[in-house]
């Protein structure tokens, strides 16, 4: 292959993770957005509840409610906090290797979180698919609730792909140090 040849296939290469990318970045986003609210109705939820036990009785399944709606937010939080790098990096053994073996460790830490990740997406929708086979209900209210489970799934995967984008960007020479 030719110079001209590599140059190109670089360049397309370069494009397609730029596409992941904007991709990954709009979809975990808008994720976040909805945490957000999920958030917001969790504590609006508890507080309704809290007023309404002074005044009457408590709302029942109030603490059903509040377990789905932390498990959306949480889910969906999942794949901005990769994008923004919102978590705990522990690099005091690592930084001591030469670059090269940073580089590959930290390629080898990606690739087997995208697995990962993936992999857990890939059961809580299988989980997801049994309990609406199952028919099963929740314990308190009686609702379906195996959408928010496949939610969840699509929180992970949300998370994958962020993942994916970080690997790709780290094995091609675009991730910013």
Do not use: H
């Amino acid at each position: 292959m030719g110079v001209l040849e590599e140059q190109i296939v670089r360049e397309r290469n370069r494009d397609t993770v730029s596409r992941l990318e904007s991709l990954s970045r709009y979809l975990n986003t808008g994720l976040a957005v909805i945490a957000g609210c999920s958030l917001l109705l969790m504590v609006l939820t508890v507080v309704a509840n809290a007023a309404a036990r002074e005044i009457s009785a408590p709302y029942a399944g109030t603490t059903e409610i509040v377990g789905w709606l932390a498990a959306v937010t949480t889910a969906f939080g999942l794949g901005y906090t990769q994008l923004n790098k919102g978590y705990v990096d522990i690099e005091a053994l690592v930084e001591r290797f030469p670059m090269g073996v940073q580089n590959a460790l930290k390629s080898i830490m990606l690739f087997a979180s995208t697995i990962f990740f993936g992999l857990v997406s890939w059961k809580v929708c299988v989980y997801g698919i049994n309990v609406a086979e199952n028919g099963n209900l929740s314990e308190t209210m009686g609702i379906t609730f195996y959408p928010l489970i496949f939610l969840v799934a699509l929180g992970f995967a949300g998370l994958t792909l962020a993942l994916l984008v970080d690997f790709l960007k780290q094995v091609t020479g675009g991730v910013e140090k």
